[in-house]
């Protein structure tokens, strides 16, 4: 089709079906429409698209993972492809997506018992209610399987949450917030749905950020916040449990560096074909080919790696280890790409798109994506954890437990 990506330079996307092509050229079109035009002035006022989340929903943008509310029969590579394209077009709502749909919604589908995602996932998917996911403490990021402080006490046919959280994706405005916290009692880490507002609940937005400012992040306290027995999660019985969800979303979050590494190229790309030094398109000189190359050669292995970590989730063969090296390896190009992308576009490179500079056609920010992929090492797993447990896999030995 002529809408294939030219990023995607070994063609993988003629692995997904006919019905999952069509999809995609809708969820593109919505992209080019409704989100690149406004993506940078969103960035630069630090606030998520929430006027979107109607078509975000209506394109099933909330609901494909999901058995119970998926509009059609997709594959992992399909949503994978989707949160890459996503991310190409604006990191932050593939953030602002994935909170909502990778993470918080895949705890209730994994975690929930039917009651509970029968109460939640249909809603949630139709973009009824904003969901966030608190596991991250002010204390504890990497070692939150350990260390998480949040407690959870029982008293009858409720639970008493006391804690903090920080670095909350859509914490600040999200009406339902899955909270981790640690029983009391068998001191195993438990999920618990906080519907807000909620007396002792408190969320503050987190300001200042230079990284996915278009997502709203949060620091949430508890002050002994009650849950009903009902809506703790039932199927989780501690952070095992809870390691399915992250296995799962970190593979997602790979697709997203992929995209934050394709719309840096994209920008260099058109950027070096318009620019002219020394009388030529500085695309002729062959310091930037061989950076472009390297561009592509990252986006094309991550797409590789990608693709097959997500074959291995249809196939049941995905283990944790599989979800890290791809978060880790991805992440790792992804910075670099964005590094020699942002080099291509000279003093522009660190400007916002949308001003025209003399003689540069506007648009050409490539500034975002370099900022935005600063985030994305770092959550789900920094690139370290994330090559710690590989290196559990291949050695026997845990360097960080
Ligand atoms: P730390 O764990 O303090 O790590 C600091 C450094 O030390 C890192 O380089 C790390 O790799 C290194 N390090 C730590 N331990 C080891 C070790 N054993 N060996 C080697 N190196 C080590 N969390 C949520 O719960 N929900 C969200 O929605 C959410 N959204 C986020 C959105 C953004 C934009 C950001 C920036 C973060 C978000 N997070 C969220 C939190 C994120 O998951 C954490 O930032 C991440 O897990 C790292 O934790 P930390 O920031 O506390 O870093």
Redesign the pocket.
Same mark, same amino acid.
């Given at each position: 089709p002529a809408d294939l990506l030219d990023a995607d330079f070994y063609s993988f996307q003629h692995l997904l079906t006919d019905a999952e092509q069509r999809a995609l050229a809708e969820i593109r079109a919505f992209l080019d429409a409704d989100v690149r035009p406004h993506a940078d002035d969103l960035w630069e006022r630090a606030e998520s698209p929430r006027h979107l989340i109607p078509r975000i929903a209506e394109l099933g943008l909330y609901a494909n993972g999901f058995a119970e509310t998926r509009r059609f029969e997709n594959s992992a590579v399909f949503r994978g492809w989707v949160a890459m394209e996503l991310s190409r077009a604006d990191p932050s709502l593939a *953030?602002f997506i994935g &909170?909502h749909s990778g993470?918080a919604m895949t705890s209730i589908a994994v975690g929930g018992s039917d009651e509970q995602k029968a109460e939640w996932l249909p809603p949630l998917a139709a973009g009824e209610s904003v969901a966030? @996911? $608190?596991? /991250?403490?002010? !204390?504890? !990021?990497? +070692? /939150?399987a350990r260390g998480l402080e949040t407690t959870a006490e029982r008293r009858g046919d409720h639970w008493v949450l006391n804690g903090a959280?920080? #670095?909350? !994706?859509? $914490?600040a405005f999200a009406d339902l917030v899955v909270i #981790?916290a640690r029983d009391l009692a068998d001191q195993q880490v438990k999920g618990f749905l906080v519907r807000t507002p909620a007396a002792g609940f408190t969320a503050t937005k987190i300001e200042r950020?230079q990284?996915?400012r278009g &997502?709203e992040?949060a620091d949430i306290v508890l002050e002994n916040v009650v849950v009903a027995e009902g809506d703790r999660l039932q199927r989780i019985d501690g952070f095992r449990d809870l390691a399915v969800v992250l296995r799962l979303t970190r593979a997602d979050v790979a697709w997203q560096g992929l995209g934050v590494g394709v719309g840096a190229y994209e920008a260099a790309l058109a950027y070096a074909k318009a620019r002219t030094q020394f009388g030529k398109p500085i695309a002729s000189f062959q310091l930037v080919q061989e950076k472009l190359a390297v561009a592509l050669s990252n986006i094309t292995a991550s797409i590789a790696l990608s693709v097959r970590v997500s074959q291995m989730q249809d196939e049941g063969l995905q283990a944790d280890h599989h979800s890290a090296m791809a978060k880790a390896f991805v992440s790792a190009r992804m910075r670099e790409t964005v590094a020699l992308c942002r080099e291509i576009c000279g003093g522009n490179g660190i400007q916002l798109g949308g001003q025209s500079q003399v003689g540069i056609p506007a648009g050409y920010g490539v500034a975002r994506y370099f900022a935005d992929a600063?985030?994305?090492f *770092? @959550?789900? $797993? /920094?690139? +370290?954890?994330n090559s710690?447990i590989v290196g559990r896999a291949i050695t026997g030995h845990s360097? @960080?437990v």
């Open positions: *953030t &909170v993470l966030a @996911f $608190g596991l /991250t403490e002010p !204390g504890h !990021g990497s +070692d /939150t959280k920080r #670095w909350i !994706g859509n $914490g #981790w950020k990284s996915l &997502v992040n600063e985030a994305v *770092t @959550f789900e $797993g /920094t690139y +370290d954890m710690l360097a @960080f």
